[in-house]
């Protein structure tokens, strides 16, 4: 089976695309902060980079402007949660891939969010780059999130993203260890699987080429008379 890391933040160069393929990846989603927008992408016929933007709204009513505004320019559009009226706007918004966001307080995903997510085909993210980056009580309060969230995401059955969410080489995982992460946040691995397939990028690359022109309708070849 083909893997694809959805969310990897770390600078995209040789060194990251040898390390991915050491991980048993076959891909890998290359996600720049909104504000770094104009830099090069980097792209390798070796391995499948996909690229992807994280957007950080400041408030509800900026989700759908800027995920819109964006939309055309990448293949994987993720917005950053937290708080209830963004997580909302995120899964209400038919251009958001990814809603993501970790913090000792939670990132707030309750029934709602869960329902609308698989309404809207919005991917819940769990990145374990939060946890590995973080120590003792707070360690163990977004553990505790991500369970609650897990739990909310497994009962509605919403599409995940389970990723390394790495900002260096080095956080870099294999598919086989997020697995084991999703198993002991509680997340089937049918779920975990299909949000690692990368199947959103293949979906979204045939919607940015023209090929299909909106949900449910592609365009077909040419009518012979």
Known sequence: MRFHDMLVRARPDGGLLERVREMG??????VIDSD????????SSEIDVSRGILLEPKRASDVFR??????????????R???PDINRA??????????????PEGIGINHVIARLARENNVMICFEFGGLLSS???????IFSSMSQAAREVKRHKSPVCITSGAQSLWEVRSPS???SFSRLLGIPDRAAKEGMSGLVVERNREILSGKIIGRGVELAGPVKP
């Not at 770094?36 to 792209?43: A, M, Q, S, V």
């Not at 800027?66 to 917005?79: G, M, N, P, Q, S």
């Open 177 to 179: 260890d997020l697995l």
């Open 66 to 79: 800027l995920a819109r505004k964006h939309r055309k320019d990448f293949e994987i559009v993720c917005v």
């Open 90 to 103: 995120a899964v209400e918004t038919p251009e958001v891939d990814i809603l993501t966001g970790h913090s």
């Open 25 to 30: 990846w076959s891909g890998f989603c290359s």
């Open 36 to 43: 770094k927008i104009g830099k090069e992408g980097f792209r």
């Open 135 to 141: 120590y003792k009580k707070s360690r163990s309060w």
């Open 81 to 83: 949660g937290g708080s």
